[in-house]
């Protein structure tokens, strides 16, 4: 799997720790919801109303490819003011 950089230090880090665990960049609904502390129904829901992460379907199947969903929980952070 390539190296990547993220902007923070959270997206950095689950790059570390999940790019050796998964080598094909390829998560099932399962595997992305155990990173993010979701639900496996939480995604399902965003699939279908929109506003998730990307994810690629094959077949009847849906994956998400790390490094974008690394990106889609960057995105979600806020900072308190």
Known sequence: MQK???TTPIGQA???VHAQKYPDGLLTTEEAAGISRNTKAYLETLRSRG???EYLKIGS??????????RWIESRMETHR
């Open 14 to 16: 689950l790059w570390e």
């Open 4 to 6: 990547s950089t993220f």
């Open 61 to 70: 199947r849906c994956f998400y490819v790390l490094v974008p969903y690394i």
């Open 51 to 53: 506003g998730g992460p």
